[in-house]
């Protein structure tokens, strides 16, 4: 059971998987009409598995499986007969079969384990002699593991088989690695990608990257190389994570309760090529990083010159600017010096010009008062005088005899226009 699963058989091949906003609904993506139609909408689901034509989950609350797409084999909806209040930790299915693993037993028989199964001569339940921990089904056969005197798979944290191939998640890195059938023209597993899950078809084979996007990849033959679904990266537990593995952790978390997180199995170790940056914590994986002075593959080699690449732009561009930065300092200091002294230079121009300007005006009218001057008799020098101070003042009042003396006795030659009313002369 896993957070996705792939049906396959005549009708199609379909990929299935948990929503990676926490909701815990399931999302198909494929070919076979009855499982895309039939794929219920709003219920929960803890895990996922898939046979030949159906899709199978487990339900969150009840903890009971429930099945849906089209087989002969397998009862859809809730498998019957069904133990009445039985609760299962896991299933799993194979091409025509589904099986249980119930919650384990308690008081005297604790160390019998029971598994339900559904399907092709295989309705029946099953007691065991001693704790199973999980169960896994093949093609028509199931396998379990118990508690006690566990396998180890060296180097590979997760493995999915089916009649063709097999893959496994590497365990240091998180990478792929597959050996089998290859039905050509197969698009093979990419290298340098990381996966939390995978899940396999009769050709193919997906997983979800490790990336932030969450969303599947897939090689082989007979399915698309990518999905448009971000799904969960791994099944929500309540328990906290145990010591090799750390809680994963996004801004969308995939699990609905608080108190539930996804545990994910931490690196186990480095290569030989690299060496432990940090260790595995409960919230964070372990990192490994390369080690330049033992490099013998090509990706250690590109790693390394990429690496050292980097650091001498680094001190190329940290010697340009040690050796750029005082001669640009010195050009603006000169520019702005520049600036001030056009401005400066400007500014005394233009108050010289005015200045000029002042001067040359006041000697034009001195000139021109004095030839004034010399061509009117000396008793108009009052009437100059008041002249220059109306000009001053803007207005002044002249009494007539004054009026008269200056327009000659307001002869006809100094009149300058008449009105209906008044006549106005022009003065001397």
Known sequence: MSSIAISYGENGSV??????DGSHLVTCYGSNSAIIYGTPAHFP?????????????????????????????????VPQPMVKEAEYIEISAGDYHLCGLRKPLTGRHRNYS???????????????????????????????????????????????????HACGIKSYDHGV?????????????????????IAAGNYFTCGILAEKSLLPVCWGLGFPSSLP???????????????????????NAPCKSPNSHVCLPCRNGCPAEMYQKTECTLKSNRQCDYN??????????????????DAAIGKKDERFWSLQLPVIIVEIGFAVFLVIVVSATATLYVRFRLRNCQCSEKEATSQKNKERGASFPK???????????????????FSYEELERAT???????????GSFSCVYKGY
């Open 15 to 20: 990929f299935c998987g948990l929503k990676s």
């Open 177 to 197: 690695i597959c050996w089998g059938s290859i039905v050509k023209p197969s698009t093979p597993a990419p290298n340098g990608i990381k996966v939390y899950e």
């Open 379 to 397: 008793d108009n020098g009052k009437i100059r005088q008041d002249s220059d101070e109306r000009k001053i003042r803007r207005a002044h009042m």
């Open 114 to 164: 029971l598994v339900d199964c559904w399907g092709y001569n295989m309705t029946k339940n099953n007691v065991f002699d001693g704790q199973i921990q999980s169960i896994s089904a093949g093609s028509e056969f199931n396998c379990g593991l118990l508690s006690q005197n566990r396998s180890v798979f060296v180097g590979v944290m997760r493995l999915v088989a089916i009649k063709f």
């Open 229 to 251: 679904l971000a799904v969960s990266p791994g099944l929500c537990k309540t328990t906290p994570c145990t010591p090799g593995s750390y809680e994963f952790n996004d801004d």
């Open 292 to 309: 330049c002075s033992s490099c013998y593959s090509t990706e250690c080699f590109s790693n390394c010159s990429a690496s050292y690449s």
């Open 45 to 77: 689901f803890i895990g996922l598995t898939a046979g030949d034509g159906f899709v199978c989950g487990l339900l969150m609350g009840s903890n009971q499986p429930y099945c849906w797409g089209s087989s002969g084999y397998i009862p859809m909806g």
């Open 408 to 418: 000659n006795g307001f002869k006809e030659e100094s009149l300058v226009g008449k």
